[in-house]
């Protein structure tokens, strides 16, 4: 089976008020890339990568008119994949949507979201608030995401069971700040979130794993060691908290391991100023101890480090269009 990650940038865009997708040349929201290119792109990607069931982060909005589900079916039957049906969990009020586009001849998927009442350390339903005293300062703080992880329960085709979350944790960048004691101010308030975040989703793996399932985590984590200069103000990134010492996924392990020189890279953003793009490793497949039986095999559709992406030049475009994101996927024998 092979299971995928993949943050769409702006995908909400590609689609009107009905959940049509639409195809034109008006831009997508992408820079200099058109909603027909998006759409093409995107189109090419994912009958590429050919995967069982993909986590669509920043999928499509779910509103008063709007539906995530019928916009991902709608985008699957035009571009006849294979992964036709699609469920999501708790709406947002971002555009950005989590949800699994998945093959119903391969496995069933459902939003069967667990949790317990607020304070309980178990930790609560992802919808709710968690609390949390992040600066040791006696008070305790009330977090939420605004985008609540994807809590599924998979059974594939062989029976087997697995929960499977998907996840965008917030992201550490001070969007907003006008000078440089604001943009601090506010890196470190979101970097705080961000742990606070991850800290409530590891307690629900921590959970599922006494119970003894099966845990899949997949998603964009926003972190990972070195990526800002706040991160030794709280010691260990989201991704170390995540990661514990049971979960595995090996670019997160071996960017851990090698904080200097090169490391894997899932995602590609140009800068502001300048013409020079930054690579970060931002997405992440991890899996729990009694799944690395299963003959686990990780990889990173770039279109620059992976050869088959760089040799077939209509797929290394097509990722290059499709999203400032690149697919990661994982083989498993389940």
Not at 117 to 125: C, E, F, K, M, V
Not at 200 to 223: E, F, K, P, Y
Not at 251 to 271: N, V
Not at 289 to 297: G, K, N
Request: aromatic fraction near 8%.
């Amino acid at each position: 089976m092979r299971l995928a990650t993949y943050n769409v940038e702006w995908f909400a865009n590609l689609f009107d008020s009905h959940d049509q997708l639409i195809v034109d040349d008006d831009w997508s929201g992408r820079r200099d890339v058109t909603r027909a290119q998006q759409a093409e792109a995107l189109g090419n990607v994912f009958s590429a990568v050919d995967a069982d069931a993909v986590m669509i982060i920043e999928a499509p909005n779910t509103g008063r008119t709007q539906s995530t589900v019928r916009a991902l079916e709608n985008f699957a039957a035009a571009f006849d994949l294979r992964t036709s049906t699609a469920v999501l969990g708790f709406a947002n009020d971002t555009h950005q949507e989590i949800a699994l586009l998945y093959d119903p001849e391969v496995l069933t998927a459902r939003h069967d979201p667990v949790g317990h009442s607020i304070g309980d350390p178990r930790a609560p339903r992802f919808d709710s608030s968690f609390r949390i005293d992040l600066d040791i300062d006696a008070t305790e703080d009330l977090v939420r995401f605004s985008k609540p992880p994807l809590e599924l329960e998979v059974q594939t085709k062989q029976g087997n069971v697995l929960r499977m979350i998907g996840a965008h944790l917030k992201s550490k960048a001070p969007h907003g700040a006008r000078n440089r004691d604001a943009a601090m101010r506010l890196s470190i308030a979101n970097r705080r979130k961000q742990l606070a975040q991850a800290i409530w989703l590891r307690r629900r793996i921590d959970q599922h794993i006494v119970d003894g399932a099966a845990v899949v985590l997949m998603g964009d984590l926003n972190d990972g060691p070195g990526l800002d200069e706040y991160e030794h103000l709280f010691g260990r990134s989201s991704v170390e908290i995540l990661l514990g010492e049971d979960l595995y996924d090996p670019h997160a392990r071996r960017a851990l391991e090698r904080r200097l020189g090169a490391h894997p890279t899932t995602a590609r953003f140009k800068m502001h100023k300048g013409d020079r793009y930054l690579q970060a490793l931002l997405d992440y497949i991890m899996v729990s101890p009694d799944l690395m039986s299963h003959r686990p095999a990780w990889r990173i559709w770039h279109p620059f480090d992976d050869a088959h992406c760089w040799e077939v030049t209509e797929l290394r475009q097509a990722l290059l269009l499709a999203s400032d994101h690149f697919p990661v996927t994982l083989e498993i024998d389940i």
